[in-house]
């Protein structure tokens, strides 16, 4: 009987301690809600651990991106058309680059590691490339799909960065 309550006092605390961790990382996101909202409602994430996360995160903000892309290219029309091509290059090269920060992960050195947050810096400035290019007058579903993958972005640099 000790045991099994043993058992079931270290699992709640896992939980505890790991509810923890999504809450200490969503509070550090550019957006504590929708990262609450993407670590809590994938069953993946429910007892993943730092690296598992990252990698988790890294195929959303890729997902993420590629959507804002076609969001971009829906665009590519009339007076937009070379804000939403600069757009559309922007997306392609932060997509290339989770590709390679994907790379970076699954090595799991720690020199792979520092240049990983590196490009995930770097990463989240280029995604702003496609506000700069427009200012205040870019079409909502494209400044909508831009800040999502801001946002995913942002939590995947918290979580990078705990690694």
């Not at 959507?67 to 590519?76: C, E, T, W, Y």
């Not at 792979?112 to 079409?139: E, W």
């Amino acid at each position: 009987m000790g045991s099994v309550f043993s058992g079931f006092m270290f699992l709640l605390l896992l939980n505890i301690s790991h509810a923890h961790l999504i809450k200490d990382i969503c509070l550090k996101s550019d957006n504590p809600p929708l990262c609450n909202q993407i670590l809590s409602s994938d069953p993946q994430c429910s007892e993943a651990q730092i690296p598992k996360l990252c990698e988790i995160i890294m195929k959303k903000a890729i997902f993420y991106t590629q959507a804002a892309l076609q969001v971009a290219k829906s665009f590519s029309i009339g007076v937009n058309k070379e804000k939403c091509d600069a757009c559309a290059k922007s997306y392609s090269n932060v997509i290339n680059n989770l590709s390679d920060c994907q790379r970076l992960l699954n090595t799991n050195d720690k020199g792979s590691i520092c240049t990983l947050r590196t490009r995930l810096s770097a990463i989240k400035i280029d995604v702003t490339t496609c506000d700069n290019q427009f200012g205040g007058s870019q079409p909502p579903m494209l400044k909508a799909a831009n800040r999502q993958c801001q946002e995913v972005i942002s939590v995947l640099l918290v979580i990078a960065n705990r690694m």
